[in-house]
């Protein structure tokens, strides 16, 4: 593993792995995504195991649209329902959850606040593609102590890939291990390398 990544204060962000975008049977499943949810099922209960918080970063569309990317706005506003609050497709996988653990409460959520969902396991929303946008995030990471992040999850080129901008931004060391990531592609990878990302195979992190 790099040596830019501070293990001793590291933090999982799994970006969108809800039911309509990871489920084959979601209304808006990201091709590829299915794959993905054993490799980041197993970095989940890694970080667990060596003690490192665990963040599910959601997405929640108001069914006027008024919460959506511009781009999605209208779409979402005529009916289409994806990740609507209190519905069974906003639901994040329970594979990735702990054993224990119970969904968000979305009211809290689209309020502002951090949700537990267990010891090490915590849920944000965000209302645009990256993780610290008009999020709590960024304070919760500080309280916590956090300097580098492990980011997974879908759909690259959208949010993981801002997430991972907007944390540079803030000076955190960042590691991405692409067989955790839908949508992934060479350039891509080569852009993150050439901003100080850290590529890590997933098989480093089940014992780190």
């Given at each position: 593993?790099?040596?830019?990544?501070?293990?001793?204060?590291?933090?999982?962000?799994?970006?969108?792995?809800?039911?309509?975008?990871?489920?084959?049977?979601?209304?808006?499943?990201?091709?590829?995504?299915?794959?993905?949810?054993?490799?980041?099922?197993?970095?989940?209960?890694?970080?667990?195991?060596?003690?490192?918080?665990?963040?599910?970063?959601?997405?929640?569309?108001?069914?006027?649209?008024?919460?959506?990317?511009?781009?999605?706005?209208?779409?979402?506003?005529?009916g289409?329902?994806?990740?609507?609050?209190?519905?069974?497709?906003?639901?994040?996988?329970?594979?990735?959850?702990?054993?224990?653990?119970?969904?968000?409460?979305?009211r809290?959520?689209?309020?502002?606040?951090?949700?537990?969902?267990?010891?090490?396991?915590?849920?944000?929303?965000?209302?645009r593609?990256?993780?610290?946008?008009?999020?709590?995030?960024?304070?919760?990471?500080?309280?916590?102590?956090?300097?580098?992040?492990?980011?997974?999850?879908?759909?690259?080129?959208?949010?993981?890939?801002?997430?991972?901008?907007?944390?540079?931004?803030?000076?955190?060391?960042?590691?991405?291990?692409?067989?955790?990531l839908?949508?992934?592609?060479?350039?891509?990878?080569?852009?993150?390398?050439?901003?100080?990302?850290?590529?890590?195979?997933?098989?480093?992190?089940?014992?780190?």
């Amino acid at each position: 593993m790099d040596i830019n990544i501070d293990w001793r204060h590291a933090a999982l962000l799994i970006i969108d792995m809800q039911h309509d975008f990871a489920a084959p049977d979601g209304s808006a499943y990201i091709d590829g995504t299915a794959e993905i949810v054993p490799v980041v099922s197993h970095i989940a209960q890694a970080f667990r195991n060596a003690q490192r918080p665990v963040i599910h970063i959601v997405r929640l569309y108001l069914p006027d649209g008024t919460n959506a990317d511009i781009c999605r706005r209208e779409r979402i506003a005529s009916g289409m329902s994806v990740v609507a609050p209190y519905t069974s497709g906003a639901a994040i996988l329970p594979v990735l959850l702990p054993d224990v653990a119970e969904q968000p409460d979305h009211r809290n959520l689209l309020a502002g606040k951090v949700e537990r969902l267990g010891d090490l396991d915590y849920a944000v929303y965000k209302p645009r593609w990256g993780a610290f946008y008009r999020t709590p995030l960024m304070d919760f990471l500080m309280e916590q102590g956090i300097r580098s992040l492990v980011v997974v999850g879908c759909n690259f080129p959208n949010c993981p890939r801002t997430t991972v901008y907007e944390a540079s931004e803030r000076d955190f060391s960042l590691g991405i291990v692409p067989e955790a990531l839908s949508g992934i592609y060479p350039k891509g990878l080569e852009e993150l390398t050439n901003i100080g990302v850290n590529v890590i195979a997933g098989d480093a992190l089940f014992a780190f």
